[in-house]
């Protein structure tokens, strides 16, 4: 039975993922207008999600998703007012089913999520009724307890007490009720409170509704009798109670599922490791279109060859010339067909941040919109994950540093609502994404003072760094403005990781601000990285490869154009000054005789900076298949990967972003 | 010990010496190839060649064995062996031939050639002795 689900399980999660999002996504909606279809949605996927994963034995995930369906279910028949304390209600019941997701995939340990179950509860106003999945979970040790009481032949009874509502001191109460308990009964082996009904109630309510767990040697009957006599509690209710044995005890009984499970500890792996794709039928009916036609074109270059041994072989060229044609640019066309079956829409990645930016305004105590747009963009799945991060950082520090406080704003004419707007669009071979908030802008003094402070830069160079180059400084290490460390951001470890997780993507980040305005984040990155347009040079006898993404220019220059500037050569280009270095020194190649009396430059450039590198010979460009360098080589920085060029042989491609910072 | 000696090797010869990989860990034996070097990589990290179609790794199991590089000759193989679920080349002086051993001792330890943990064991057939390599040990050391 295992063996079988587990040909599912990938199938599973994948469901799983789409109908959590859905959640998330209708829930964000629900919070902005709600309306009975978006609960309607929600119901839905809750459903979906508590039938597929009772399927699969994954029982944590359907209990939860059993009670947020009857809160659902609730809401959509009573129809009350959707409160703020309803929705992040259901979206902490959403947390924890993506916490439990998270260990399904992982295979760790199950949290417990009785609290959010509780919390449920305590806003149906139910009280905790006699159902089994009701009754609070246990944790580890006391899990243990329970175990070594029904291994002593004692019986687990749960006992649910409401006190009165006019009972005072319900704490003290409450310890009292406990002692009783466990003279009565025998060992209390879990307490678990339910959270006050009403947000802001006093911290004493909280004891006013409590579930105990006990180990018991009396008849159910005789507890009920001994304890109901007290005058304090309102209501009492006592069940036997069930536990889930832990994992130990449950590999001990279970072991059949065991082995079988480490028979194919493989193929736990694959379950664990394999991403997957989704890909429109067309897309894949086209591929296949194209593969049928190079078949054809595959026979009649066979038919030529056999007319070629038959008669002259110089007849037939021309035709196998026609072929080849052909044929490439059948290639070509199924190359696109199969780039674009790895491209997601990046709404993918921007359907995470709404949520993002609500939780954050809340922490932050701002009034923050999201405004999305272009979220149909396709791009390479790959850089769609491995953005993630860095555009979180981004949002985080809009509405953290660029985004003010509503009074602030009024106060200086604005809205009092803040807008961060997050754009996407295609750009020639680029894809272009936008943050752009309305928020105070960067302000460059402040930046090179700050700077200057942490001695990023030297006195000199802040006289001459221009409000734009000083605005940048943010992207240097250790640099953070902020004077008190946020709990949003301001670690100080931030925008230099941006920048270097955007240069490993072959991508270009650059700022515009205006104090009072605003500021623009505009990342620039490739479609794909599994295919790039590579520029070939040569140096020392080797054929290198550049991201032409990063080439800003190829100029020619004459070694007197050389000029050293503080000790360091560089050329002047298009009137600013771009450090130089010869290629063949950066990678420590033996030094050659060079005897042209022009010196080929290519000007690199990555993510802000700029620098020239003198090569022996520019090759031309072509588009190169990136293969990776492999594990076993460990990480190395300066490379990018490697392609194996038209003559069989392996050339490196340099990574753009090491080579103009080092 | 017994199931060593049923496994067959290959014996390759690496300067003055010679010894044996486990032929379950060895994926083929090719010809020298076109080596691309790497720039800022360790000594025995000899480059990349093109296997196929795949970027594959090779390294000089001289430099490996603590010995120092020779020009290569008509002789010198690429061992491609299995590491970590990805491939390997170890380039060697000459591969011998497929062989097992009769019996195979311990490996002997305290030599002081700071080789210790290099060979899986010392196989022998007649009188002569062949250390087995541990490629864990020298591909991950």
Redesign the interface.
């Known amino acids: 039975m295992m063996m079988e689900l587990s040909a599912y399980r990938d199938i599973f999660i994948e469901e799983l993922n789409d109908q959590l999002e859905r959640m998330d996504q209708s829930l964000l909606a629900l919070e902005q207008s709600p309306s009975s279809e978006l609960i309607q949605t929600i119901f839905r996927a809750a459903h979906t999600i508590k039938g597929s994963s009772s399927t699969m034995g994954f029982k944590e995930m359907s209990d939860l998703t059993h009670e947020v369906e009857y809160i659902l279910e609730w809401v959509r028949e009573k129809k009350p007012k959707i409160t703020s304390m309803l929705i992040d209600t259901l979206f902490r019941a959403l947390d924890a089913m993506k916490l439990l997701r998270t260990e399904y995939i992982s295979g760790s340990e199950y949290t417990n999520c009785s609290s959010v179950v509780s919390e449920i509860k305590a806003l149906l106003g139910k009280p905790a009724g006699p159902e089994r999945n009701t009754l609070p979970a246990l944790n580890a040790a006391e899990t243990l307890l329970a175990e070594a009481a029904v291994g002593a032949g004692e019986q687990l009874i749960a006992v649910s007490i409401t006190l009165k509502e006019d009972c005072l001191m319900k704490a003290a109460r409450h310890f009292i009720l406990l002692q009783r308990i466990e003279a009565v009964c025998g060992t209390v082996i879990s307490v678990s409170l339910f959270p006050a009904v009403t947000q802001g109630a006093d911290e004493d309510e909280r004891y006013g509704q409590f579930t105990v767990v006990a180990a018991a040697t009396k008849e159910l009957q005789v507890i009920q009798d001994q304890l109901g006599d007290d005058s304090d509690i309102q209501r009492l209710h006592i069940a036997p109670y069930k536990i889930k044995f832990s994992k130990e005890a449950e590999r001990m009984i279970d072991t059949p599922e065991v082995s079988a499970q480490q028979a194919n500890p493989k193929a736990e792996e694959r379950g664990k490791g394999t991403p997957t794709v989704r890909v429109n039928v067309e897309r894949l009916d086209h591929l296949m279109n194209l593969v049928g036609e190079l078949l054809i074109q595959q026979t009649s270059l066979a038919d030529l060859s056999t007319a070629g041994q038959r008669s002259d072989p110089a007849r037939v060229l021309p035709d196998i010339g026609s072929v080849s044609d052909h044929m490439g640019s059948i290639i070509k066309e199924l190359q696109e067909g199969v780039m674009k079956t790895r491209m997601l829409p990046i709404d993918q990645l921007f359907s995470r941040f709404p949520r993002l930016v609500r939780d954050l305004a809340q922490k932050l105590d701002k009034d923050i919109e999201l405004l999305i747009q272009g979220g149909e963009t396709e791009l390479d799945r790959m850089i769609i994950e491995e953005l993630s991060d860095p555009l979180i950082h981004l949002i985080r520090n809009s509405a953290d540093h660029g985004i003010e406080s509503p009074a602030v704003r009024v106060s200086g004419g604005k809205p009092a609502k803040g807008r961060i707007t997050l754009t996407s669009f295609h750009e020639e071979n680029h894809v272009v994404i936008r943050l752009e908030d309305d928020g105070q802008g960067i302000d460059a003094g402040r930046i090179k003072a700050s700077a200057l402070g942490k001695g990023i830069i030297t006195e000199e160079q802040a006289g001459y760094l221009t409000a734009q180059e000083a605005v940048h400084l943010i992207f240097e290490p250790g640099f953070s403005t902020a004077s008190a460390v946020s709990e949003v951001s301001g670690r100080g470890v931030g925008m230099d990781i941006v920048r270097s997780q955007i240069g490993r993507l072959n991508g270009i980040i650059d700022i515009g601000t205006e104090p009072g305005k605003g500021t623009v984040f505009t990342i620039r990155l490739p479609l794909t990285l599994a295919i790039i347009k590579g520029l070939l040079v040569k140096v020392a006898g080797r054929v290198l490869i550049l991201p032409m993404y990063n080439v800003a220019e190829i100029v020619r220059i004459v070694p007197e154009e050389i000029q050293v500037v503080q000790g360091e050569q560089a050329i002047i280009n298009h009137g600013r000054i771009v450090p130089l270095s010869w290629l063949r020194d950066k990678l420590h190649y033996p030094r050659g005789e060079r005897n042209t009396k022009t010196i080929p430059l290519v000007i690199v450039r990555s993510v802000d900076k700029i620098a020239a590198f003198a090569v022996d010979e520019i090759i031309g460009n072509q588009e190169v298949v990136i293969k990776s360098l492999g594990a076993y080589l460990g990480t190395l920085n300066h490379l990018s990967g490697a392609t194996i060029l038209g003559n069989g042989r392996v050339a490196l491609i340099l990574d753009a972003a090491y080579l103009v910072s080092h | 010990m017994s199931t060593l000696q049923k496994e067959q090797y290959i014996e390759l010869a690496v300067g003055q010496e010679t010894c044996a990989i486990r032929i379950e860990e060895v994926h083929e034996i090719i010809k020298m190839l076109?080596i691309?070097?790497?720039?800022?990589?360790r000594n025995e990290?000899k480059?990349?060649?093109?296997l196929r179609?795949?970027?594959?790794?090779v390294m000089s199991l001289r430099n490996l064995l603590g010995m120092s590089d020779e020009p290569y000759t008509r002789a010198t193989r690429i061992v491609v062996v299995r590491?970590?679920d990805?491939f390997?080349g170890l380039i060697v002086d000459k591969v011998n031939k497929v062989t097992t051993y009769g019996e195979i001792h311990p490996p002997s330890t305290g030599q002081g050639r700071g080789r210790e943990g290099v060979f899986l064991g010392i196989g022998q057939r007649e009188d002569q002795l062949i250390g087995i390599l541990k490629l864990e040990e020298i591909?991950g050391g």
Not at chain 2, 36 to 41: A, L, V
Not at chain 2, 53 to 57: A, L, P, R
């Open positions: 076109s691309t070097d790497i720039p800022f990589s990290v480059g990349v060649v093109n179609g795949k970027v594959v790794c590491y970590r990805e390997v591909l």
